[in-house]
């Protein structure tokens, strides 16, 4: 392995930092919906009211934690090659064997289609990642970002930590190839990952519900 400079640590740091603020977002922000969930209501009219600004917080909050992880990745890879002196990029065949490429890839495309595509899988855009997201990834046309399948099967909170895990194993793994750090934690099963998430990042956070002390 080669020496890992004080720029390479800075930009392993910077994912972890990253990393674990976007899960205690994730959880903090689905807990608070959850107890949203429970506030009380006099009249069917109130209790639509409260049901849409939860409809919608979670469509937001999809949006702007995907947009989190992407931007994660970016800053990687722009620290990497700003330290190196290369241009590589997540789009790089050479990374096509890297774990998790394919939902990086994923997030970047509907990071992209958020920012510039109103947030609509769209066919009939000029977007390149529309196409990509149809054609590649088996996307539904003319779909919204926050509808799609992928965030109807699980809670948001487990759908969220599981790609945030994924960007951060992906990072890793290219230092890995790189030589610059070598990853030794063995892949977290799937089923497993938010609670690995969860654990290693925000319940031993003073005061959470959860918390986990070393005694």
């Not at 740091?13 to 949203?36: F, K, N, P, W, Y």
């Amino acid at each position: 392995m080669q020496q890992v400079s004080i720029d390479h640590l800075y930009a392993i740091q910077e994912v972890m930092h990253s990393t674990g603020t976007l899960c205690v977002i994730t959880d903090a922000s689905a807990r608070s919906m959850d107890d949203m969930g429970s506030w009380l209501y006099t009249d069917k009219d109130e209790m639509k009211h409260l049901g849409g600004a939860l409809i919608q917080m979670t469509e937001k909050l999809r949006e702007f934690l995907l947009l989190g992880i992407s931007k994660m990745v970016e800053d990687f890879f722009n620290n990497i090659n700003e330290v190196q002196g290369t241009t590589i990029s997540v789009w790089d065949p050479s990374l096509d064997h890297l774990s998790h490429v394919r939902e990086v890839r994923w997030v970047r495309h509907l990071s992209n289609v958020i920012k510039h595509n109103n947030s609509v899988i769209s066919s009939v855009t000029n977007s390149r990642s529309c196409r990509a997201l149809i054609q590649q990834f088996g996307a539904p046309d003319d779909t919204p970002v926050a509808y799609l399948p992928e965030f109807g099967r699980l809670p948001l909170r487990e759908v969220m930590l599981r790609y945030t895990y994924y960007a951060m194993t992906f990072c890793f793994a290219l230092l890995d190839q790189a030589k610059l750090f070598s990853l030794r934690n063995q892949p977290v099963p799937h089923d497993d990952i938010p609670d690995y998430m969860l654990d290693r990042f925000v319940r031993r956070l003073p005061g959470h519900p959860e918390r986990v002390t070393n005694g």
